[in-house]
């Protein structure tokens, strides 16, 4: 079982920037794509970002396209999150989580409801 830690989530003013992390550990031989989820008070979880095993494709949802910047360093079994350019609309508290497999179509990647594996998640807020 793989276990999944966040880090570097806290407060920051718009327009201000944030580097997430996440921990891999446990059975973390299995190559699979990495995303990040966020949910924001009384509102449903959602999407924002895919990587795949390789790091070589990525998929944004639109609302943080061009700011947020997903990447992965598998020696380190770590995969990053850079906001910049954030939002107050961005806060929320912000979910890593492992796929079934290497890569999936869109429409796998966007349903939160496919993870079996998430971490605790960190909070983000940004203040306007």
């Known amino acids: 079982q793989v276990q999944l830690v966040e880090s570097g989530g806290g407060l920051v003013r718009a327009g201000g920037s944030l580097r997430l992390s996440c921990a891999a550990s446990g059975r973390t031989s299995s190559n699979v794509a990495m995303g990040w989820f966020r949910q924001a008070p009384g509102k449903e979880r959602e999407f924002v970002v895919a990587?795949?095993?390789?790091?070589?494709?990525?998929y944004y949802t639109d609302s943080v396209k061009g700011r947020f910047t997903i990447s992965r360093d598998n020696a380190k079994n770590t995969v990053y999150l850079q906001m910049n350019s954030l939002k107050p609309e961005d806060t929320a508290v912000y979910y890593c989580a492992a796929y079934g497999n290497s890569w999936h179509p869109a429409t796998i990647l966007r349903d939160y409801r496919k993870l079996k594996v998430w971490g605790q998640g960190t909070l983000v807020t940004v203040s306007s």
């Open positions: 990587i795949s095993w390789t790091g070589g494709s990525t």
